[in-house]
């Protein structure tokens, strides 16, 4: 497969609201603003030191047991001891829970502080934020700061901040707002630093892109299938949309929504042969491997939809599998999410991620059209 991803904002792993008084909560303080060594773990496990929670989990391998470095419980024997920067991986490697020190709360609260942290970057975006002016509003230093927040969502604070700007930007654009209006709105000090990130990050110029993607040309197909009405869409650089609904005019009225000033045009004949190769993979064949896509991501749907492409016909992967296969053990929700977004059905095979106790989950064309797809899949 040859895909073109434009990449967008970065996403965070959880966007649930916070309080005020969330936002203005301090984080845990590090002993060291340094990564710890296995001795400089084990002394602060030694010492029961409360500093550390949140930094790292400590298990013994005779009980199966995972424990916060300030556990009270009686010390085992350090050769019996593994160190875990996260409760997800303790839980991976087959330990559970300590049920006195409960480590997943402290884990928790460093959770909570990345998203203090990213509201209040959201808040600030109009002004530079330093490391050290974000250190000193959650009393962290500024190494520990940027470690933490580039741990738990995969992007640095500043890189967060630009996905910010940019996403506020395009909202701007796409409510009509002026250019310079929308640039200032969003935080950006002038337009040569926005220009130099617009192709990049929109795939055409602000004006273009505020305009609806207008002059850019979009055809599309429709063709019945055994999920329904069938939708294939494409631009210059390949295919932007896979789409299943219940009539054609439903069908274009949602390309029409998503690109409303394009030149949208329908051309049966031009994209008969992808139309083809689709139609073909729901019957059990694969799809050509030089069928190219046109998409925007952001980094984080580009690492889902990058894996689910991995997961073989007629195999199913939980979200929480998928967050942890791609190193985010803890984004479940925004996996969810990243499915949720895909607009290239099939071609990225979000069908084949379901809920961790079996249940279907969601899907962005209707519930039975995924019951439908995942008993198309099952082997013979």
Avoid at 11 to 33: E, G, W
Wanted: hydrophobic letters at 35%; aromatic letters at 6%.
């Amino acid at each position: 497969m040859s895909t073109h991803i434009t990449t967008n904002a970065i996403l965070v792993a959880d966007d649930s609201d916070v309080t005020t008084k969330a936002m203005t909560t301090k984080a845990i303080p590090p002993a060291t603003a340094q990564k710890l060594s296995d001795a400089e773990k084990w002394q602060a496990v030694l010492d029961r030191d409360a500093a550390q929670d949140g930094r790292f989990v400590y298990a013994v391998t005779t009980t199966g047991v995972y424990c916060r470095p300030s556990c009270p419980s009686r010390r085992a024997l350090p050769e019996n001891v593994q160190f875990f920067e996260q409760t997800a991986a303790a839980e991976q490697a087959g330990f559970r829970a300590c049920l006195r020190c409960r480590p997943q709360a402290a884990s928790d609260a460093r959770t909570t502080n990345v998203r203090a942290i990213c509201r209040y970057i959201e808040r600030h975006l109009d002004e530079p934020i330093s490391l050290n002016a974000l250190g000193d509003a959650f009393g962290m230093s500024p190494f520990h700061l940027q470690r933490t927040v580039k741990a738990a969502l995969g992007i640095t604070p500043k890189e967060y901040a630009d996905s910010c700007r940019m996403d506020q930007l395009k909202r701007n654009l796409q409510s009509g707002k002026t250019v310079t209006h929308s640039l200032y709105d969003a935080g950006y000090s002038s337009s040569s630093r926005l220009y130099e990130r617009a192709s990049q990050h929109l795939g055409m110029t602000p004006d273009k892109y505020r305009r609806g993607a207008i002059g850019v040309a979009i055809r599309y197909t429709t063709s019945p299938s055994p999920l329904g009405r069938l939708l294939i869409a494409a631009t210059e650089r390949g295919v932007c949309a896979i789409r299943f609904g219940d009539s054609d005019s439903d069908l274009e009225l949602g390309l029409r929504r998503e690109y409303p000033f394009a030149a949208r045009k329908r051309q049966d004949d031009d994209l008969q042969s992808w139309n083809k190769q689709v139609l073909q993979h729901l019957e059990g064949h694969k799809l050509n491997a030089t069928l190219p896509l046109d998409i925007q991501a952001t980094a984080f749907q580009r690492k889902v939809w990058s894996y689910l492409q991995t997961i073989p016909r007629g195999v199913t992967k939980s979200y929480s599998q998928v967050a942890r296969a791609i190193g985010r053990p803890t984004a479940t929700r925004a996996v969810a999410r990243a499915c949720a977004t895909n607009s290239v059905a099939l071609e990225i095979p979000c069908h084949r991620v379901v809920r961790e106790d079996g249940g279907l989950g969601g899907y962005r064309w209707g519930i039975q059209r995924k019951k439908k797809l995942l008993e198309l899949e099952k082997p013979n």
